[in-house]
């Protein structure tokens, strides 16, 4: 009993499926020379000649007897069933027939797992694109609302001429142009100094496309002795702690050196 519902299951589904293939085929109008008209008539073209089909048989019409073809598009899917039941086997006509409710359920068995398999394919595949999308936004929003202690930091790169810049990543601006996804750190081990961990930093790949000399405060030529005292007045806080700390660095260094000669 099992076998043979499962074998009308399988062959449900297989006439379902190729009905649904059926249902796209086009039913053209073929005007000839002579004035005949046929109807209903599915079209290919092989070169020279038409190998045309109907419900009836299938026949070729050499081109140079057509004088026009007239595409009315794909009929119904009911319209289409019915054709292609006629040309059907018996056994399978009467399937159909008898059975209409339960190949009706098996189409509806093979569509919803494929649409579940569609449904997520897309999720995983259009998920990461769609959060990576709005995360960029995020971030060109963030360089155009950038304030004085933000455009401060990122002018750093601009005045020591680097890419990668040994920044304290605890610092309060630092930690909020990171978390922005404005700056981002290249390893995760640093050394500790007087502001806090140390760690090499980089402008992230969209904040480079979008933060601009102009619109961090960097003057037109940095070499004028007035903008150069103004950048001086107006470097991140750190910078400060950190030239201090360095100092007591040498100056221990060089009492040691002097106590040992």
């Not at 048989?57 to 007239?70: A, E, R």
């Not at 159909?96 to 394919?121: C, E, G, R, T, W």
């Not at 981002?184 to 930093?201: F, H, I, N, W």
């Amino acid at each position: 009993m099992k076998k043979r519902i499962l074998r009308r299951t399988v062959f449900g589904g297989i006439l379902l499926l190729s009905l649904l293939s059926a249902a796209q085929a086009p039913a053209d109008i073929i005007i000839l020379k002579n004035g005949q008209i046929l109807r209903d008539v599915t079209v290919r073209d092989e070169g020279d000649t038409l190998y045309c089909e109907n419900e009836t048989q299938s026949f070729y019409i050499n081109k140079q007897t057509v004088q026009n073809i007239i595409r009315t598009g794909p009929r119904t899917l009911p319209e289409q069933a019915r054709e292609f039941v006629t040309f059907l086997p018996e056994r399978a006509r009467r399937f159909a027939h008898d059975y209409q409710a339960f190949s009706f359920m098996i189409l509806l068995v093979l569509l919803v797992p494929a649409a579940l398999i569609v449904f997520k394919f897309l999720w995983i595949n259009l998920k990461p694109a769609v959060r990576e999308g709005a995360r960029r936004k995020d971030i060109v929003r963030a360089v155009r609302h950038l304030d004085a202690d933000e455009q401060s930091v990122l002018r750093e790169f601009y005045i020591q001429e680097a890419n990668t810049l040994e920044m304290p990543v605890e610092d309060r601006v630092v930690a909020g142009l990171i978390k922005k996804g404005i700056l981002q750190t290249t390893r995760d081990k640093g050394e500790y100094a007087s502001c806090g961990l140390m760690l090499p930093v980089i402008l992230s790949a969209t904040a480079q496309k979008h933060v601009k000399p102009s619109k961090i405060g960097m003057p037109a030529d940095i070499k004028d002795p007035a903008a150069r005292e103004k950048l001086a007045k107006t470097r991140p806080a750190y910078m400060y702690e950190l030239a201090g700390f360095y100092k007591s660095l040498e100056t221990k260094a060089r009492i040691s050196s002097d106590g040992a000669g």
